[in-house]
């Protein structure tokens, strides 16, 4: 008795492992790969994150690479729900752009093409005071 299958008949219903597969196919049935941040989306959005930190506005944050959006999530402690979502949905780059911010509230607060002009809504306006 051996740990080993039993070799195959001449009249078997199993594949032959010379038999030619269809790559379109295949390719078709893989899942498809999630949507990341590129680098240098990463940096822009960690330059922003490691100012409010500094701040004392942010704490913690959490990166999820979903098969339809990226999204970078905000704290201000770790389990709470996020103050922000930095998300980016490819599907919508055509349309709205593809980088939003979202508040905890779930409202839009910019949207666009270019990731910079989005994160422009964390840059603090100086008020003259008199």
Known sequence: MTDQPDLQRAGSSQKDSSSIIDLREYKQSKDALPITFHRRELDAILRI???MVGEGEWRDYAIDHLKDRAVFSVFKRSGEMPLFRIEKNPK???????????NVDGRILKRGQDLQQVLKVFEKVLKLIE
């Open 49 to 51: 994150y490691g100012r």
């Open 92 to 102: 919508l780059a055509a349309k709205q752009g593809a980088f939003s911010v979202v």
